[in-house]
């Protein structure tokens, strides 16, 4: 399987405070790779460098082959890469309007690309509803949509069902290993619920203090994890 995401020796630092830590982590292109870790691991910091938002303060993060330069990381390659973040912000207009956002700054026709992504994330009935007063679960959805309507090469996920109930943690579950399954989409998937990664994840890893503990193949990750880290936060204990 081709890679699409390498990083070699990546250090990120805040006030001379080291928040990660990788001395190489390759996410294989099409696959979907959950990394796990308790709060404050450097799981965000990672997806951060993944979407180009920032630079690493040390080591390299290859893309498709190319080197990036966070931000600098040529347009083309940034719009191959997308993120849904845990907290949703949408505007203050309806579902169909929110989803169909970036098409229309981007000149690009509207109309049956929302309608037909909209009724596949279960939304299709609330197209004209304002996007601000829907559930949690739904404005989840409509962040999923918003962010899949340019079929990206790789799909960011931060804790995207975090506080959610079971129906929409089903959901967006179902959404994700459908765009894997029909397009390829490289998912990476930030969570701390190894039920979910156990679920959806061809690979999982373990992030802890900034570092990458274990990587591999999920059945092995949670049957046989090799460092007894990983089996301790696997069993539920208190890793840190």
């Keep these: 399987m081709s890679t699409a995401f390498r990083l070699e020796a990546v250090r990120q630092t805040y006030a001379g405070r080291t928040v990660l830590d990788l001395d190489f982590l390759e996410v294989r292109r099409g696959e979907i790779l959950a990394l796990v870790g308790p709060s404050g691991s450097g799981k965000s910091t990672l997806l951060r460098l993944l979407n180009f938002l920032e630079r690493p303060t040390e080591g390299r993060v290859w893309y498709e082959g190319q080197a990036t330069d966070g931000e600098r990381t040529p347009l083309e390659l940034r719009r191959q890469v997308t993120t849904v973040f845990q907290h949703t912000v949408l505007q203050k207009a309806s579902v169909r309007a929110n989803v169909a956002y970036g098409l ?20 299709g009935e609330l197209a004209g509803a304002q996007a601000r007063l829907l559930s949690g679960g739904e404005k989840q959805r409509v962040a999923l949509a918003r962010a899949l309507i340019f079929r990206p090469r790789v799909l960011l996920l931060d804790e995207p069902t975090a506080n959610l109930d079971p129906y929409n943690v089903g959901l967006i579950e179902q959404i994700v290993r459908a765009e894997n399954r029909e397009h390829g989409t490289t998912v990476v998937l930030v969570t701390h619920n190894v039920f979910q990664a156990h679920r959806l994840a061809h690979r999982t890893g373990l992030v802890l203090n900034g570092g990458l503990v274990e990587l591999a193949d999920t059945p092995v990750f949670f049957a046989s994890p090799a460092d007894p880290r990983t089996a301790a936060f696997v069993s539920g204990e208190m890793v840190y």
Excluded: H
Aim: hydrophobic share 35%; proline share 5%.
């Design 104 to 123: 229309r700054l981007r000149g690009q026709p509207t109309d049956g690309r929302v309608r037909s992504l909209l009724a596949s994330v279960g939304m």
